[in-house]
């Protein structure tokens, strides 16, 4: 088999962090080439120098045997290499359709709208990659998104396809397709670089497996010739524990009570009525697929969407009207689903990002005077415990790894010390590490009686942790179950709407 | 420090390319341009006169370009300081007269509080309402109010109440108990200076070292971040507009007490638009701005002088501070372009306007 691509010795440095450190890899013709590697590896730097982002230091990139060296990502898309990126690129306001096309527009000066609509209703069929090319990106779900995403490299005729952590935001369903997308396009001839942190997903598609840490690629193994315990090893350089361990607990009173929310947004109607309750000690999950008003629902309790009817109680307190900083300042910790919209500023700094939700208070605040003390000192301690990296607290959050941002938001929203810590895809994009750390912080914060509200698309999470699992549907909970002992397939039916206890 | 070193390289860049395009439009014009700019140089720093005069220019614009500066970093433009200022001046011209037997701290205090309030409400008020309640944009709302401020400042003295007796369109003298005093006598430089820096301090310490000056940016750089954060949003808009005008108006009254001393019939000052040049070659930053602040004023002061020696128009200042403009907001219409081809063309990173990695 020829090697397509190859990456020799590959150098790159930042400001006080070596992100590639002579990493070598070799992409052959009609592989999938999954990397591993933790948060902050360097795996996406390494995708970016290749995809003419970064410029290496040293080191040579090469594409067919010919030394490569692009110094924007026109050329490298003009090479044949097209990438998805960890983060969207799409621009709101424009439709599916245009945002595909944008840049490669097939008509000269005008814009031929239908025809581009069709192309790429076409194109979507072909891939089976269904969308709507007239709706806006704005009205698209994240799942949506992505296939917009996925979509317009295809539509620039990729020969070499790098995506980086794909399946990071897509629904399982949505992973499914992703996958069956990889192996048709793997039949095609077309080689594919897959980032992902989930092993499952490595194992079931890719060919051979490249596993980075710390800025060096370590080994590279064909992938039936591994096990998920070993590539886990790999990664983290220690043994890894792939199991959560969850002792029995009695719950305490209640902590949040919703009574027939309704949430509103836009002009639709996204929570239609829901009525649940979360407990101390307690991690009651809330299941279902991306779209049926789970985010909407947390918006409403955290308050940053209004309640258009129904009640929301904390602690016994009707909060329904109260504002976001009240709310916080009662105790609610919230980890927003996208953490670069909501729940990071990225032009601030570290510390100041780990305070974003107490700034006023002390002893991060004294008559409205920040105390840089205590904040540098807080950012030092969440940053160390965490293990967010580097540790430059005083670098911007923009700079960090995507996984690392997630670090962030987790280790402010953790250690407020909340009540009731609602948790919405609280994982995404971390490394088996830092999943299993995360887990744990959850387990910890429900044996110390506090409340977690855990809303995640996946289902895998979601059972191994809940003591009770609410499934909602259309903006309506379908059902309340005890978490012990459901299974994928009673839940898959109930979030599809299949209720099996009330039709059979 | 590279953050540092990259702060200063863009401005420092777009002032030496401006500098040399007007060389070549001075060699084109068959003029020496070691000569203009050498009597540039000297007509703005060459004596203590010059010296003098070049930092009592700067004071307004240094207030007003922080004013300026307070808002960007708020992410709103205020694009009304001018406006501003002549409403501060106003207000304290009349305090300056009408106002007898106070002692001159007192006095002087009153009149600089009153304007200040004055020009932060005639930001604050419509403008940020409008802005926080219905979405108005407030370019169009400040421009819109600068213009009611210049006419109306205009009619008081033109015939209006605060015209003095006679047939001259001017106010009456301030009282002598509320001049501020001179630094160097018989030159325009006032104890204004004092207040100027000050100002830069206070700005400073508040957008950075305040809770306020957080929400502030935290507002300017991510609103909904800023929503989740717990900030009311609102309010903090309303706010920055009124910080924004309070130190245009600051400016008008500064200018108004130390140097000024009535209000004339030429409502023109141009420090409300030069400032936002202040702010934007200062990148915002309180303390930039007071240099930068000084180099606008230097190329008026000694432009005169330019002309004068070497032939060159003064108006060469005003091709020069053109393109300074011109390349800062090249290079930010640069960024923005970047990144809409990049999000759109390429797939770029797509934090607005930075090359800081997006992941
Ligand atoms: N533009 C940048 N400026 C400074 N440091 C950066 C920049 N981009 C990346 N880094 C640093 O380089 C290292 C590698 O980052 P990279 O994004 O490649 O990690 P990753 O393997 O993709 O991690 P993740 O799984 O969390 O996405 C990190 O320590 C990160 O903080
Ligand atoms: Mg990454």
Not at chain 1, 237 to 266: H, M, N, Y
Not at chain 2, 43 to 48: D, I, K, L
Request: overall charge positive; some cysteine.
């Amino acid at each position: 088999m020829r090697t397509c691509l190859e990456i020799r010795n590959v150098t790159k440095e930042f400001p006080g962090v070596l992100a590639n450190d002579h990493v070598n890899l070799q992409l052959r013709d009609g592989e999938i080439h999954a990397i591993l590697g933790e948060n902050g590896a360097g795996k996406s730097t390494l995708m970016k120098i290749i995809y003419g982002l970064y410029q290496a230091d040293s080191g040579s990139v090469s594409l067919y045997g010919q030394e490569m060296h692009f110094t924007s990502p026109r050329q490298a898309i003009q090479a044949g290499i097209g990438m998805v990126h960890q983060h969207f690129m799409l621009i709101p306001a424009l439709t599916a359709a245009e945002n595909i096309v944008l840049g490669g527009e097939p008509g000269k000066v005008h814009y031929r709208r239908k025809e581009n609509e069709e192309m790429v209703r076409q194109l979507s069929k072909q891939y089976h990659l269904e969308i709507d090319p007239s709706v806006k990106v704005s009205d698209l779900t994240v799942g949506l998104q992505q296939r917009v995403e996925i979509l317009k490299v295809f539509y620039r005729k990729a020969k070499v396809l790098i995506l980086d952590e794909p399946t990071a935001l897509l629904t399982p369903q949505e992973v499914e397709e992703l996958i069956g997308v990889m192996e048709r396009l793997r039949l095609q001839g077309i080689p594919i670089i897959f980032i992902s942190h989930k092993l499952d997903e490595v194992k079931k598609v890719s060919d051979r497996v490249t596993v980075m840490r710390a800025g060096r690629t370590v080994a590279t193994v064909e992938t039936n010739q591994t096990t998920p315990q070993e590539l886990a090893n790999l990664m983290v350089g220690r043994e890894v524990v792939l199991q959560v361990a969850k002792p029995p607990q009695e719950p305490g009173s209640v902590v949040l009570r919703v009574d027939g929310l309704v949430v509103v947004q836009g002009h639709a109607e996204r929570v239609k009525g829901v009525t649940f309750e979360v407990r101390r000690g307690e991690i009651f999950g809330l299941a279902g697929i991306d779209g049926n008003g789970q985010f909407e629902l947390v918006e409403a309790i955290t308050g940053l969407l209004p309640a258009k009817s129904g009640r929301i109680v904390f602690k016994g307190r009707d909060i329904t009207k109260t504002s976001v900083h009240r709310r916080t300042a009662a105790g609610i910790s919230y980890i927003p689903q996208d953490r670069q919209a909501d729940g990071l500023i990225l032009d601030f700094q570290l510390a100041e990002n780990f305070v974003l939700r107490d700034f006023t208070r002390p002893p991060f605040a004294k008559a409205g005077q920040l105390q840089m003390g205590a904040i540098t000192h807080h950012a030092e301690r969440l940053s160390e415990s965490f293990d967010v990296r580097p540790r430059r607290i005083h670098s911007l959050a923009g700079n960090l790894s995507g996984g690392n941002q997630q670090k962030v938001i987790l280790a402010r929203e953790v250690s407020r010390d909340p009540e009731l810590l609602i948790a919405a895809q609280p994982t995404r994009g971390l490394d088996v590490g830092a999943i299993q750390f995360i887990h744990d912080k959850l387990l910890d914060l429900r044996r110390e009686g506090k409340a977690v509200l855990l809303v995640s698309l996946e289902l895998e999470e979601i059972m191994s942790l809940s003591d009770r699992i609410g499934v909602i549907h259309d903006g309506r909970l379908m059902a309340i179950l005890p978490g012990g002992h459901v299974t994928r397939e009673q839940l898959g039916l109930l979030m599809t709407g299949v209720n099996p206890e009330k039709e059979g | 420090m590279r953050k540092y070193v990259r702060g200063v390289l863009t401005p420092l860049v777009s002032v030496i390319v401006a500098l040399l395009i007007g060389t070549v439009v001075m060699l084109a014009t068959g003029h020496n341009p070691f000569q203009a700019y050498g009597a540039l140089l000297s007509g703005a720093f060459g004596s203590t006169y010059a010296l003098s005069n070049t930092i009592a220019g700067a004071i307004p614009l240094i207030l007003s370009g922080l004013g300026v500066a307070i808002g960007f970093k708020a992410g709103l433009f205020n694009i009304g300081a001018e406006g501003q200022y002549w409403i501060g001046s106003m207000v304290a011209v009349w305090v300056g007269y009408s106002v007898t037997g106070l002692p001159p701290l007192l006095h002087i205090t009153l009149a600089i509080a009153l304007a200040m309030l004055a020009g932060g409400l005639w930001a604050g008020v419509i403008p940020g309402l409008a802005k926080a309640l219905v979405g108005a944009h407030e370019v169009i709302t400040t421009m819109m109010m600068s213009y009611i401020a210049i006419f109306l400042t205009q009619f008081m003295v033109e015939n209006g109440p605060m015209m003095e007796k006679g047939f001259t369109p001017q106010s009456p003298l301030i009282r002598s108990s509320v001049m501020i005093p001179k630094i160097i006598p018989r030159t325009q430089l006032s104890w204004g200076l004092l207040i100027a820096v000050a100002a830069a301090f206070v700005v400073y310490w508040l957008l950075f070292k305040t809770t306020v000056g957080f929400r502030l940016r935290a507002v300017g750089l991510n609103v909904r971040a800023a929503k989740y954060a717990g900030i009311n949003v609102p309010l903090y808009t309303v706010l920055a507009l009124f910080f924004s005008g309070l130190l245009a108006g600051l400016a008008g009254a500064v200018q108004m007490l130390g140097v000024q001393q009535r209000l004339y019939d030429s409502f023109n000052s141009g420090y409300g638009f030069t400032a936002i040049v202040v702010a934007l070659l200062a990148n915002n930053n309180p303390f930039g701005v007071i240099l930068s602040a000084i180099f606008f004023s230097a190329l008026a002061t000694g432009g005169q002088s330019m002309q004068l020696v070497s032939g060159v128009p003064a108006q060469l200042t005003d091709v020069v501070s053109g393109i300074i403009i011109f390349l800062i907001a090249a290079k930010k219409l640069m960024q923005i372009v970047q990144t809409k081809i990049a999000q759109t063309k390429w797939s770029k990173h797509q934090n607005l306007g930075s090359e800081k990695g997006a992941q």
